[in-house]
């Protein structure tokens, strides 16, 4: 077994903070390893429940997820959501399919949507740019409208974007709807603007980031090109 990985197991079974270094390490893991680590974070979780006085209740949430926009300028197709105009009924959800979406989601007990959306899609693509035009919208107006149906209602708004400016958007409704920080929450997929993550933190919003063993897989058997992307965007960390 490699030391570095050798290492970020007896780590994680001391129960030390991991870092983000280690946490990649770990993503290696296979066998007697992966074992060893899911034995830790089992220990880990307990130990957290029992400190919430909840010991072995696990709790969750269940959220609705709003495709505003499957386009987006970029190609990395990381998200394996994004695809081309002609696969698509309209290059945006209409305010009226995002309230309905979110009702359905409401009526099946979902506390929580998510917003997914491509970057900025009008860029490259002209039926976006021809549909915002159309319902007099630029690309941020068009996310902002539909966003602030969240951010003015009892909802817990959940943003996922690694757009500057659509996280800008965000933080500033927040302060304008008065939300405190635990009332909403971004959400970053591993590996793209990865200190973008540490920024937020640092700043006290809630961050989720989607690292999960099964994601990852998941997201490398429906496109195996992501695993280029991920090494790439890890080198870079930009
Ligand atoms: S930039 Fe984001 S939305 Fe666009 S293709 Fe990549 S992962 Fe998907």
Redesign the pocket.
């Known amino acids: 077994m490699e030391n570095g990985l050798r290492r970020a197991l007896r780590r994680a079974r001391e129960g030390v903070a991991l870092d983000a270094v280690e946490a990649e390490i770990l993503l290696s893991a296979r066998g007697d390893a992966l074992a060893d680590l899911c034995a830790s974070a089992a220990r880990v979780r307990d130990q957290g429940l029992a400190d919430a006085g909840r010991p072995g209740v696990i709790t969750y949430s269940k959220k609705v997820f709003i495709p505003l926009t499957r386009l987006?300028?970029?190609?990395?197709?990381?998200?394996?959501?994004?695809t081309t105009p002609n696969r698509l009924p309209a290059a945006f959800l209409s305010p009226d399919e995002v309230l309905e979406i979110a009702a359905q989601g409401a009526a099946l007990g979902c506390k929580e949507a998510l917003f997914t959306?491509?970057?900025h899609p009008e860029e490259r693509w002209p039926a976006a740019r021809e549909w915002l035009d159309a319902h007099g919208y630029d690309s941020t107006l068009a996310y902002v409208r539909a966003m602030k149906t969240l951010f003015f209602g009892r909802g817990h708004p959940m943003i996922g974007s690694?757009d500057p400016r659509m996280i800008d958007v965000a933080q500033s409704l927040a302060r304008r709807t008065g939300r405190d920080l635990n009332e909403f929450e971004f959400q970053l997929?591993y590996g793209?603007r990865p200190y973008e993550a540490e920024r937020l933190r640092a700043l006290g919003h809630a961050v989720r980031v989607y690292v999960p063993y099964g994601y990852f897989m998941r997201r490398l058997a429906e496109r195996p090109a992501n695993l280029a992307f991920f090494v790439r965007a890890n080198a870079s960390r930009d």
Do not use: K, W
């Open positions: 987006c300028r970029d190609r990395c197709h990381y998200c394996t959501f994004a959306l491509g970057d690694h997929l793209i």
